[in-house]
């Protein structure tokens, strides 16, 4: 059963110390949020399963770690700042402020988007205002979603030489670096190039928890292949292997879905796109209306590549990008071709991720009591902390003295806690709430037989473990992604 909706996981997330609201000591920061305790070691965790599945297992990628803030010229060429803006109007009525490629009517139903006036089907009364449903609304206009700054001390904040801007897609940093990886590395395509780190996109209209910010954490990799390779095939290769990871994970595939992007919504890059979808909204009556995008995997072609190179030109004979002092290009050994890659890039978002993993987890459990409790079933591998060390009797400093040995003596091989802070049934309570696959309690008797107990999170059962066996057992439970008996 996964939860409900996702205010149900907001609470949770805030109670149990996962996420809070950004900066509430001053009212907020509206759709900003922070990563408590549990959250950070939650993301890492995902970030760690998918570094470990496509940098270490696999022997055609290698990982990067780029700037944040790059050359201006990068947007420039990558078309980001002619492109990368989403279509924006204002209500008249309510003086909502809403992006209007999501409104109701915005879109002519029939098959014909492509070219279709926008500004006329809103003067015409078709679109509707998503918050009071007038459609007295002003025309569109296009809004740059990327962040702008100003670099250096002294520079004036409309000095055009000092404009800079935070990144809105990792992607681009893989691209610039092409060359300086292909080479260091001996590579030959195909390979991939792996990155993941913070993007920033001034969202219309952020919203939903941690599903839409406006800073936010992409896993990007780009995989450069043969101009003639089987391109469409390619794609469908890449969404099965995310489908497995996600499944990996924990995700119940009935919470999954796939959406081929249609042409007219491509992105500038692209000639085509599928989004991985997950149910974030399963209480919506309308089973269309339940899913949205967890993470796309486009093919680029080559656009990326070509426009950042110095040699490529225009009809005229022109230099195509006159700012670029290198060309991107690959020489193929064993066709004594040189040539630009094409691209198939697999674009994850970490918060996306970790929501869907959380939504998923949740569960809920009557006790013999008539009592509900909240079980997240998280994978062992994704849960925050692995193993909780508990005191039968608090007040027994032997027992006390075990418990925090034994604590001391996982923490090298995983993430334990001790806690003592409550009776035994509020402190199973508290860690089956947050995940933790496996609670060790230390009683009286394993003062006598050196042995303690060992309880399931999912199915509260319970097994006698000698302390010697104690790590191995506990790690057994722990293996990581791709290997099968994960989950
Ligand atoms: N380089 C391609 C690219 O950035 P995208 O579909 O715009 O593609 C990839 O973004 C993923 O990044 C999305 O599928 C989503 O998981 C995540 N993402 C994008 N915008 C986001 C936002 N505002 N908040 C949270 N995650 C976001």
Request: proline fraction near 6%.
């Amino acid at each position: 059963m996964p939860a409900p909706n996702i205010d149900t996981i907001v609470s949770l997330a805030k109670r149990r110390g996962f996420v809070f609201p950004s900066s509430e000591v001053y009212g907020g920061l509206g759709s900003a949020w922070d990563y408590g305790p549990l959250g950070v070691e939650l993301c890492n965790n995902v970030k760690q399963s998918w570094w470990r599945w496509l940098v270490y297992e696999r022997d055609d990628i290698e990982g990067i770690d780029s700037s944040i803030i790059l050359n201006r010229l990068v947007w420039q060429y990558s078309g980001h700042e002619a492109t990368f803006h989403d279509p924006l109007v204002d209500c008249r009525e309510c003086k909502s402020r809403m992006r209007a490629d999501k409104l109701e009517g915005y879109f002519p139903e029939d098959d014909h988007k492509a070219g279709f006036d926008a500004n006329a089907r809103l003067r015409a009364g078709l679109v509707k205002c998503a918050e009071c449903g007038s459609t007295n609304l002003t025309d569109e206009r296009h809004f740059n979603m990327m962040f702008r700054t100003t670099l250096g001390a002294a520079a004036d904040e409309n000095d055009p030489a000092a404009l800079a801007y935070l990144r809105p897609e990792t992607a681009q940093g893989i691209f610039i670096n092409f060359l300086n990886v292909q080479t260091t590395m001996r590579r030959k395509i195909p390979f991939g190039i792996a990155q993941v780190g913070k993007s920033f996109r001034n969202e219309i209209t952020p919203g939903n928890f941690i599903l839409r910010t406006r800073e936010f954490e992409q896993m990007e990799m780009e995989y450069f292949v043969k101009p003639d390779a089987e391109h469409l095939k390619l794609v469908d290769e890449w969404v099965e292997l995310y489908l497995e990871w996600f499944k990996g994970l924990g995700i119940d595939a009935a919470n999954l879905q796939l959406h081929e992007v249609p042409k007219e919504e491509l992105a500038h890059y692209s000639k085509r796109t599928v989004d991985i979808m997950y149910r974030y909204f399963p209480e919506r009556p309308e089973e269309e209306r339940q899913w949205e995008e967890l993470m796309g995997i486009a093919y680029r072609t080559d656009f990326d590549l070509r426009s950042h190179s110095s040699k490529p030109v225009d009809a005229e004979g022109n230099r195509v990008n006159p700012d670029s002092t290198e060309d991107l290009s690959y020489f193929d050994e064993p066709t004594k071709q040189r040539f630009y890659p094409h691209v198939i890039e697999p674009a994850a978002g970490v918060n996306r991720t970790v929501l869907a993993v959380l939504m998923d987890a949740y569960s809920e459990r009557t006790n013999d009591k008539g009592e509900t409790r909240v079980i997240l079933k998280l994978s062992p591998q994704l849960a925050p902390i692995k193993a909780a060390i508990l005191p039968l009797a608090k007040n027994k400093p032997e027992i006390v003295g075990m418990a925090k040995a034994i604590k001391r003596s996982l923490q090298p091989v995983l993430r334990a806690v001790y806690d003592d802070t409550g009776g035994i049934g509020k402190l199973y309570a508290r860690q089956d709430e947050i995940g933790t696959p496996m609670c060790v309690t230390v009683d009286h008797q394993s003062l006598e037989d050196e042995a303690v107990t060992v309880r399931d999170r999912d199915t509260w059962e319970q097994e006698r473990v000698k302390v010697s066996d104690l790590a191995e057992h506990l790690q057994k439970r722990l293996k990581p992604y791709p290997n099968p008996e994960l989950v």
